[in-house]
């Protein structure tokens, strides 16, 4: 099965510090992921990479970026964290064939005070 | 932007209901996926509908892809308790981006 794991299940972070969110998966899959969730507005993309150092802009880019030096390991980073950050982040991993299923890790929730 | 409607947002029922989740767009996409998400947990994949009118079932739950593929459903016969969870579908497109809808919750009591 493939997994997807995200480095820390709950994030507590003050406004203004750089945050680091990490994500490793073992399927050597080429796409990965970056989201946030936020309720009733369901999955926003925030970057993707399709390829080692490629990366692309999503729906919801401001505030972050995102790192991906190895195939297996995709960052996130708020560069300077603010409020309305706050959310639960999910990232995500897919083969790059036409119509493959993403698969997930288990979410952080992340709390900036 | 393409965008996906989800209808209701919320549903409550009793064991043994049954119930139809609607996913709408103006949009074509590629295929529908619909996922699964539990409290603390990520979404996983219950299904993939690439056709047309394609109609999947896995076990209790039938998935119906539009015939313009535009729009989906999900209907679910005969509600368990452990249906409870959070439903979403997502449209994929070329390089195989999803769009997501805002998802349905759906409880179901005993």
């Known amino acids: 099965d493939v997994k997807v794991t995200q480095s820390s299940r709950y994030l507590v972070k003050r406004t203004g510090e750089k945050v680091f969110l990490e994500c490793v998966q073992d399927m050597d899959h080429e796409n990965m992921f970056w989201y946030r969730q936020d309720p009733g507005l369901g999955l926003r993309l925030i970057y993707f990479s399709y390829d080692v150092k490629m990366k692309e802009k999503g729906d919801i880019p401001e505030g972050y970026s995102v790192s991906r030096e190895k195939k297996e390991r995709f960052s996130l980073i708020l560069e300077s964290a603010s409020t309305n950050q706050t959310s639960m982040y999910l990232c995500?991993?897919?083969?790059?064939?036409?119509?493959?299923?993403?698969?997930f890790g288990d979410g952080t929730r992340l709390s900036i005070l | 932007t393409q965008l996906l409607e989800q209808s209701p947002k919320f549903l409550s029922i009793q064991e043994g209901e049954n119930l139809t989740v609607y996913c709408n767009s103006s949009s074509v996409f590629s295929s529908l996926q619909w996922y699964r998400q539990e409290p603390g947990e990520g979404p996983v994949l219950l299904v993939t509908v690439v056709t047309g009118g394609e109609v999947k079932k896995l076990k209790r739950l039938t998935f119906q892809f539009g015939d313009a593929r535009k729009d989906s459903s999900l209907h679910i016969t005969a509600a368990q308790p452990g249906d409870t969870g959070l439903y979403l579908c997502a449209g994929a497109n070329a390089g195989n981006m999803l769009t997501f809808g805002g998802g349905t919750r759906l409880m179901v009591k005993p």
């Open positions: 995500a991993s897919s083969l790059v064939a036409v119509n493959q299923p993403q698969h």
